[in-house]
């Protein structure tokens, strides 16, 4: 992992620009959360409707404090319990929550990332948009290489790094019920 790369990526972030990194399982797409014009161009290259919700990365779950509400002290010790690592949870969406975040949900998709590449972007950003580095309907990027084809010269950085190839995507779950939406 290149600190110049993390820099330059950090600082494509701030500008408002689009990225790509390694996660646990597969390359991730990423912008500035509170920048509606990148999160819709996010959105448009992707194909991915605004309705859907995006999730978010954190370094730590302090990170993710101003956007979530906590639930039940129970329920709370699960999520912790499963980060950092490859385990997104819905949340309640705080109401300062911008609704390009959450989509047409109440609830907010929030992980703590255990990837270091990952986690030290967002040690420098704050929290990121993390999407799979795809076209809606395309096969999640596995590579720089992929991520290339998929998007040429549109993003404004990518930083390579390894991804675990025998694991699938995050799985997410309702923090609130206990529900698993997808994954494990």
Known sequence: MSGWRLRLAARAV???????YPTEAV?????????????FDLLALKGRPAGKGLILIAADFDQLRPYVAEVAAEKMAAVHASWPGPHTWLLPALPSVPPWLAGDHPMLAVRVTAHPVAAALCRLTGPLVSTSANPAGCRPARDLLTVRRYFGDVLDAMVSGPIDRERGPSSIR???SGRLLRGE
């Open 14 to 20: 701030y500008g408002g620009g689009l990225i790509a």
């Open 27 to 39: 390359y991730g797409l990423g912008c500035d959360p509170l920048n509606p014009e990148a999160v």
């Open 174 to 176: 309702d923090a609130v």
